[in-house]
């Protein structure tokens, strides 16, 4: 390898302060945009999504590096983006109240049972995709579901619905039946066992 080629590879083509000022921008960008965009966003609940974040990150490419395709430049904007990150998640991890605006709170989506169609609508989601959030993690219907929470970073949490008292009566009354048959048989056990070596005498 030349030294033409070393100073291609390493030899900054922007300033230092600007290869660090344009992931900033970027980075604090999307925040915004994402935060404003929904929670489905997030979610990655479709293949329309994803394809979005992933074109997305194609996008503002070159925004980041800029006319620069130096490895110290990519080194630098990769250490500044993580750098960045750091701080911001130390600064939302100290403060509450901060972390609840740039994350936003969670979204009911259903309680009690019942399905609040109007939060759906203000996020996006729809029943087909609710639906098969519940499958994956377990649920045969949304009827089974007690409680939907759409968390701030995306993902759905589900809370199955407590069985009728009558279903957990006679749970607790089958449960009794098989320890009293348990019981009966072995005293039945003992009882042989105690006529045996009588019978032998």
């Given at each position: 390898?030349?030294?033409?080629?070393?100073?291609?590879?390493?030899?900054?083509?922007?300033?230092?302060?600007?290869?660090?000022?344009?992931?900033?921008i970027v980075?604090?960008?999307?925040?915004?945009?994402?935060?404003?965009?929904?929670?489905?966003?997030?979610?990655?609940?479709?293949?329309?999504?994803?394809?979005?974040?992933?074109?997305?990150?194609?996008?503002?490419?070159?925004?980041?590096?800029?006319?620069?395709?130096?490895?110290?430049?990519?080194?630098?904007?990769?250490?500044?983006?993580?750098?960045?990150?750091?701080?911001?998640?130390?600064?939302?991890?100290?403060?509450?109240?901060?972390?609840?605006?740039?994350?936003?709170?969670?979204?009911?989506?259903?309680?009690?049972?019942?399905?609040?169609?109007?939060?759906?609508?203000?996020?996006?989601v729809t029943?087909?995709?609710?639906?098969?959030?519940?499958?994956?993690?377990?649920?045969?219907?949304?009827e089974e579901?007690?409680?939907?929470?759409?968390?701030?970073?995306?993902?759905?949490?589900?809370?199955?619905?407590?069985?009728?008292?009558?279903?957990?009566?006679?749970?607790?009354?089958?449960?009794?039946?098989?320890?009293?048959?348990?019981?009966?048989?072995?005293?039945?056990?003992?009882?042989?066992?105690?006529?045996?070596?009588?019978?032998?005498?």
């Amino acid at each position: 390898m030349d030294k033409t080629m070393w100073t291609s590879m390493f030899q900054l083509g922007l300033p230092l302060l600007e290869k660090m000022i344009r992931p900033v921008i970027v980075y604090l960008f999307l925040i915004v945009v994402l935060r404003l965009a929904g929670k489905r966003e997030m979610a990655q609940l479709n293949p329309f999504d994803l394809v979005v974040l992933l074109t997305l990150s194609n996008t503002v490419q070159n925004a980041i590096i800029g006319n620069d395709n130096s490895v110290s430049g990519g080194l630098i904007g990769a250490a500044t983006l993580l750098i960045v990150n750091y701080i911001v998640v130390r600064l939302l991890y100290n403060h509450e109240r901060l972390e609840r605006i740039v994350e936003g709170a969670p979204d009911v989506l259903i309680e009690h049972g019942e399905i609040r169609k109007e939060t759906l609508k203000k996020e996006l989601v729809t029943m087909q995709e609710l639906e098969l959030a519940a499958h994956k993690q377990g649920f045969d219907s949304l009827e089974e579901v007690e409680r939907a929470v759409l968390d701030p970073g995306g993902a759905v949490s589900f809370t199955r619905k407590k069985p009728p008292i009558e279903l957990s009566r006679h749970e607790e009354v089958l449960a009794k039946f098989a320890e009293m048959s348990a019981e009966l048989a072995r005293l039945r056990e003992a009882m042989s066992s105690s006529r045996g070596p009588a019978n032998l005498a």
